[in-house]
Each structure stands twice: as structure tokens, then as C-alpha cells.
């Protein structure tokens, strides 16, 4: 009886390290935008004192938002930056992951490419995901699409494309199928749960509900890709893979398709099909590397 109350005391502590990544990422992804904040802001209340005004907040709004909005993919880069040498140590170290070298079912050009096209499909997947949310909850779909504006996300820019295609895949493939999943696996045997959790922590930190649910849905994908390599570089291909399209390659190959409702629909969920194939490929071509152990 102690045993087994010592054993789920144990489990639960499992469970409680498994949110840590997630807490230390947001703690630091607010501390690093509020300190590029006040120092766009420094300036500017320089500047409204020598001048006199007398309605400081209304001072601020108008002139340091424009700049604060700009510096939102700059603070991705820092955080970023920062989360991949913190977390690459807590994954090196404590989850004993010290083989750097990317296993040889990575480095296999076929498998690259199945990578790179399961990306692919995955992005048309996202896309009916959102045309479901759209139709189910309206409301939250234009919220996201006001925060999309207001962030310029999508606009194609030196240090958008660092974080959104280098950086931020890297740092959050160590956060979420590095470090999170390994604890989430010690907290439960079974795969898909372990998978789950930690799909769902991803969804979390995109801190809004349609990019939420298109995240975890992405992020199980990419737990699994990374449990049939047994490598976080596999990983974290998909997830630069996947980027990388959405900052123009997607836009220019959907212009080479026919632009008709229909045919669209139709696209959408053959690439969706096309997904499931390529996983079960995945899971063909990996069954019988279990032995290629890496990061």
C-alpha cells in the first residue's frame, strides 16, 4: 500500500515537471516583451517630459505602439534564443539525451522527403481545422484573425523568418517533444496519453483557441514523428518544414491550383488522406529502427 501511494506521489511529480517547460516558457516570453517594451518606451517618455504633456498614457499609445508591435518578432528571436541553450541543457543533461549525431533514418534523403511533404499536408490539414472552428465558433475566429493583423504575423520580414522558421521550431520542439514529453512518459506508459499531454501544453502556449487546437492537432503529429525516429531532429524537420510554407511557398503552390470552392475542398481532404498515409509509411519505414536511440 505505501509502495503504490509512493509510486503515484511519484507519477504526480512526473506530471508536475511535465508543465514546467511550459510555465518557464511563458514566464519568459513575458519578461523578455516587457523589457523591450520599456526600452522602446524610455525614449519616448524622454521626450514627452521635455515636451510638457500633460496626458502621458495618451503620449505613449500614440507614439511607442507602432514600435512595441515591431519588436514583437525581435523578442521571439531573444526568447527563442534563450529557451534553446536552457532547455538544449535541461534535455542534454537531465533527460540524458547526450547523442548529437541524427541517427541514420533521419538522414535518409526518402525520409526527408516524407517529412517535407507530410509538412505539406499538414498545413491543408490546419486549414480544415480552421474552416471547422469558423463555422462552430465565428466569434473566435475573427478574434484570431484581429490578433493575426495586429501582430503582422505572416508579413515576410529578415527576423520573422529567424524565429518563425529557425528559431522557434527549434526552441519549442526541445520545450514540448524534448523536454515535456519526457516527462510525460514517465508520468504514463501509454504512448498516445504522453502524446496528448503534451500536444495539448503546445496548444496552450499559442494563447489563443483557434491556433490552440490546430497546434495540438500539429503537435501530436509531431510527437509521433519524433517517437517513430526516436530523434528530435525528425521533429523538428516537420516543424521548419511546416513553417517555412506558410511564409509564401503554400501561397504560390495554391496558386497553381484550380481556384474553385469545390476543387479546394476536395484538395484539402486528399491531403489530408495523403497525412495518413505518409504516418503509416512512417511507421513502416521506422518499425524496425527502435535501436537508433538520439535526440
Known amino acids: ?128 481545422i480552421m474552416i471547422l472552428v469558423d463555422m ?32 522557434g521550431p527549434i526552441a519549442e520542439e526541445l520545450i514540448f517533444r524534448g523536454v515535456t514529453l519526457y516527462y510525460t512518459q514517465k508520468f504514463t506508459r501509454r504512448f498516445w496519453l504522453a502524446n496528448l499531454l503534451q500536444a495539448v501544453f503546445f496548444g496552450v502556449m499559442h494563447m489563443n483557441l483557434v491556433q490552440g487546437i490546430y497546434a495540438a492537432v500539429l503537435g501530436m503529429v509531431l510527437g509521433w514523428v519524433y517517437h517513430r525516429f526516436r530523434s528530435l531532429y525528425a521533429s523538428i524537420w516537420l516543424h521548419i518544414f511546416f513553417n517555412f510554407l506558410a511564409y509564401g511557398p503554400l501561397v504560390f503552390l495554391d496558386g497553381l491550383l484550380p481556384q474553385n470552392a469545390v476543387f479546394q475542398l476536395s484538395w484539402y481532404g486528399l491531403m489530408c488522406v495523403v497525412a495518413v498515409v505518409l504516418l503509416w509509411v512512417i511507421y513502416r519505414r521506422t518499425e524496425c529502427r527502435k535501436d537508433e536511440m538520439e535526440i
Open 1 to 128: 500500500m505505501k509502495d503504490t501511494a509512493k509510486n503515484g506521489w511519484k507519477k504526480f511529480g512526473y506530471l508536475c515537471m511535465s508543465l514546467v517547460p511550459l510555465i518557464a516558457y511563458a514566464i519568459l516570453t513575458f519578461f523578455v516583451a516587457m523589457v523591450l517594451s520599456v526600452l522602446v518606451m524610455i525614449p519616448v517618455v524622454m521626450k514627452a517630459i521635455q515636451e510638457g504633456q500633460q496626458d502621458l498614457y495618451g503620449y505613449l499609445m500614440e507614439n511607442s505602439m507602432d514600435q512595441i508591435l515591431n519588436i514583437s518578432m525581435l523578442a521571439g528571436v531573444v526568447y527563442a534564443a534563450i529557451a534553446i541553450v536552457g532547455m538544449g541543457l535541461w534535455y542534454y543533461f537531465g533527460c540524458g539525451r547526450k547523442d548529437l549525431k541524427p541517427p541514420k533514418a533521419v538522414r535518409r534523403p526518402l525520409n526527408l522527403l516524407i517529412i517535407a511533404v507530410l509538412a505539406y499536408c499538414m498545413q491543408y490539414a490546419s486549414q480544415i
Open 136 to 167: 462552430l465558433l465565428p466569434r473566435a475566429m475573427d478574434n484570431y484573425e484581429q490578433l493575426i493583423e495586429l501582430a503582422g504575423i505572416g508579413e515576410v520580414t529578415v527576423v520573422g523568418v529567424l524565429y518563425g522558421v529557425i528559431l
